[in-house]
C-alpha cells in the first residue's frame, strides 16, 4: 500500500492562523497535536523550496511556516511510499528560523536508516513528541492512521 502526505503538524493552538489564512480545517493528533493537510499543486522545480528535497514544499509556503512557528515549533512532512520501500522528507520551524532540516531519506537508494534517525521521526521529537514501548514518535501521533493528503482532509475538524 502507499502513503503518501504533505503535512504540518505543530502543537494544538500554533497552526490557527496558518489553517485559517489556507481556508484548511485541522485535524486532532494525540499528544495535544493538530495535523495541517498542505494542498499540493503541481509546481515547477523552480517554485519549489530546498531543491529536490520536497516535492510539495514551494517558496510561498516557507514564510507561511515561518510565522507559525513564533506561536510554537512546527515540522513539515513528507512521505511517498510504495510496498514498504520510499522516501521521507522533514524540516523543523522555531521561533521564525529553520532549526531542522530539511533531511531526506531516500530507502529507494538501498540504504536504509535506522527507525530512530528519520527525518519524521527526528522532527517529532523536536516538537516534544514523546513515545512509549515500540512505537516510534511516527506511531505515536497516529501518521500512519491516514495514507494519503485526501483521506487527512476528511479526518479534518
Known amino acids: 500500500m502507499a502513503h503518501r502526505i504533505e503535512v504540518v503538524v505543530a502543537t494544538r493552538g500554533c497552526l490557527a492562523s496558518l489553517a485559517a489564512e489556507c481556508g484548511a480545517a485541522l485535524v486532532t493528533l494525540p ?3 493538530e495535523l495541517l493537510v498542505v494542498a499540493t499543486e503541481e509546481a515547477g522545480a ?3 523550496a530546498f531543491g529536490s528535497t520536497f516535492r510539495a514544499l514551494t517558496r510561498a509556503w516557507v514564510p507561511r511556516l515561518e510565522a507559525a512557528s513564533r506561536a510554537g515549533a512546527v515540522a513539515y ?3 511517498e511510499y510504495f510496498a514498504g520501500l520510499g522516501k521521507q522528507a522533514a524540516a523543523v520551524w522555531r521561533g521564525g528560523t529553520l532549526v531542522f532540516g530539511p533531511v531526506i531519506d531516500d530507502e529507494t537508494s538501498g540504504v536504509r536508516m535506522p527507525l530512530h534517525h528519520k527525518p519524521i521521526n527526528t522532527a517529532l521529537r523536536m516538537l516534544g513528541v514523546t513515545t512509549r ?3 516510534d514518535e511516527f506511531d505515536s ?3 500512519g492512521a491516514a495514507r494519503m493528503n485526501k483521506e487527512w ?3 479534518a475538524r
Open 153 to 155: 482532509a476528511e479526518l
Open 31 to 33: 499528544q495535544d497535536f
Open 133 to 135: 514501548g515500540e512505537m
Open 46 to 48: 523552480e517554485a519549489l
Open 141 to 143: 501521533l497516529q501518521l
Open 77 to 79: 512532512l513528507e512521505t
